[in-house]
């Protein structure tokens, strides 16, 4: 079966307060290379089959439901078969 991959993150412009946190201990780990961390949400929907109604759906889903519009962004809608 088919599964819609909704990505969602928060928006650019706003604080991510755990991307922060997470940041913060691969400095203090020593660990180099990385000059930001934002942590957002996947969800993985099982689809009887991937149409574009259903990718239709997924889209109204995924802004209406799976994120917070004020503070999120959906990022990305794929199928994975």
């Given at each position: 079966?088919?599964?819609?991959?909704?990505?969602?993150?928060?928006?650019?412009?706003?604080?991510?307060?755990?991307?922060?946190?997470?940041?913060?201990?691969?400095?203090?780990?020593?660990?180099?290379?990385?000059?930001?961390?934002?942590i957002g949400k996947r969800f993985e929907l099982t689809v009887d089959r991937a149409d574009d109604a259903t990718l239709d759906a997924a889209?109204?889903?995924?802004?209406?439901?799976?994120s917070n519009s004020v503070i999120e962004d959906v990022v990305n809608i794929e199928v994975v078969e």
């Open positions: 079966m088919p599964t819609i991959v909704v990505d969602v993150m928060p928006k650019a412009e706003l604080l991510d307060p755990q991307g922060k946190a997470v940041s913060g201990a691969l400095t203090r780990l020593g660990v180099a290379g990385f000059s930001d961390v934002r889209r109204r889903i995924a802004d209406e439901i799976l």
